[in-house]
């Protein structure tokens, strides 16, 4: 991912098989007699899958994993702050990084307002340019007559940013955050926060440690269910 990253290449980059605990359909013969009547289940079994790690040209690094038995549960994952940092890089805005975030910007309301942008038409495009390319059992045909993935959010994660320029500062300021759950990288310290099923926004904030408000920020896995 790296080595694509630094030559500009987008595309698949690594296709790795595992197995994995997943829900699927599984058949069982009730019968007694010799004539078959089969009934099927959904159940939990360990069953083969595939990831498909891209470097997307709006995302960065992500991946698909499809299972190998009906009905082909799938996942997405991206993220939303590598998104929001190749918007800033096309507006030539300047910025600090984060690992998963931004440390500072010297224009804080541009960046929120990118920020702000990042919604479900963004993962659906992401969703939809890797699909087209990646093998999958769902057909053409089979999206024309309804059989395909619906996308459906299973995880998500929003975060106010806040950085500090010495673990003292993060000590003096816990108490306001007393309720929030805490996510730290050595003196860096910020709050964070998981919703499922749902979206949060943050507003910028602010720290007498710095002036520079902080764009919100998502971390989103979507998840994708076979309609």
Known sequence: MEKAEREGRFGVVAIVSAQEYQWVFSGRNRSESPVANY???????RVGTYYFYV????????????ATYFPYPAKIWLNGHEWAKRQ?????????????????CEDPRALQRICDRFGPVHVRAFFERWMAVVPRPFTDADRRAGYFWDLSVRQLEASRTVVFDDPRRARGSSRPWSRTTWASDGPRRW???????????????RHPA???PEPRSTWTFATSTPG
């Open 191 to 205: 709050p964070w926060c998981s919703v499922e099923g749902s979206s949060a926004t943050p507003r910028p904030l």
């Open 39 to 45: 009934e099927f289940t959904k159940a939990e079994r």
């Open 210 to 212: 710095s002036s520079t």
């Open 88 to 104: 800033a890089d096309k507006r030539g805005i300047v910025y600090t990084p984060l690992a998963n975030g931004f440390a500072s």
């Open 55 to 66: 470097h997307d040209p709006d995302f960065g690094a992500g991946f698909i994993k499809i």
